[in-house]
């Protein structure tokens, strides 16, 4: 099993890590020609991320090597509802379970979190997977992007919250 871990990323890895973020969606731009597509965004936007409130944003380490970037946040004015802004992996290290891992450890470094949303192309049934994996659900919300060029599914993950009790039925 390949060993996952996150890194908190710096400003000075804003540059390499739109680079990975550039191939990863390259593929994806290519089919969609989406102008909201990550392939088109670089390291400002990175940077961007790194100043907002509530945020993380990660690199991605699969046996040690740099493979990818995840960035999420607490939703503003929405304690406990956190969103997964983006999740990328180099196109060679893909569909090994690295995305899958990256969410849940990512997950974890937002204890109050109640709810995670994301959005990914509908047609994108790898995307799918990765995210029922992690454990999210669709939605069944739908949105049409870039004058219809891409819809883009919804999904969610609620995060039951210790409620101090004990359960006895495990």
Known sequence: MINVELIPLTADDAE???DIQRQAFKRLYDRYLDEGSPYLRGADEI???LDRPNAKVF???ADGVLV???AAWERNGRSGECYLARVYILPEMQSKGIASRAILLCEAEFPNASRWRLDFPVAEVANRRCYEKAGYTDTGERREQSGGAITLAYMEK???QNTGKIDRQG
């Open 158 to 160: 609620k995060i039951p």
């Open 47 to 49: 940077l961007r991320w």
């Open 59 to 61: 690199k991605i380490l």
């Open 16 to 18: 390499t890590l739109a």
């Open 68 to 70: 990818g970037g995840i």
